[in-house]
């Protein structure tokens, strides 16, 4: 399936969002990943200093679906999103943002991201996804 990048409204990755965070997401096929490098502007903290748990949950979605939509051109929707803390992640640090894919059929697909800066793992995540249900015809 074809995605319009040119005109993506996602406030994670789409480029021509006035206020998203412009992540954008590179396949690497020899290590059937996606990378992105990323600060992320104060405008996204939390507590003083530190990014909001949401975006931060957000930017490990949008890995993982990136990395099944390159690896598999499968457009899909999350059904489930388990992210764990490990330690805060920093505002306006670089942040190394990965993604791939773990089980893949057409029905589920079981996939994990991390968040790494300068070579420490800040945060883990696991999601499930499953390609969108059809709308009823009339």
């Not at 399936?1 to 969002?17: A, K």
């Not at 994990?112 to 709308?135: H, N, Q, Y």
Request: glycine share 8%; proline share 5%; charged share 15%.
């Amino acid at each position: 399936m074809n995605i319009n990048w040119d005109d993506n409204p996602c406030f994670v990755c789409g480029m021509h969002n006035a206020v998203g965070l412009h992540a954008h997401f590179l396949y690497d096929a020899a290590q059937n990943q996606v990378h992105c490098a990323l600060a992320v502007d104060k405008m996204w903290q939390g507590f003083e200093g530190v990014v909001h748990g949401g975006i931060i949950a957000g930017l490990l979605d949008d890995a993982m679906w990136h990395a099944l939509y390159h690896e598999h051109d499968l457009v899909t929707m999350t059904a489930q999103l388990t992210v764990r803390y490990r330690r805060p992640v920093p505002i306006d640090t670089l942040l190394n943002i990965y993604g791939t894919v773990n089980q893949f059929n057409r029905r589920i697909v079981h996939t994990k991201a991390w968040i790494e800066s300068f070579g420490e793992t800040l945060v883990t995540a696991e999601g499930v996804f499953m390609p969108p249900k059809e709308p009823p015809h009339d």
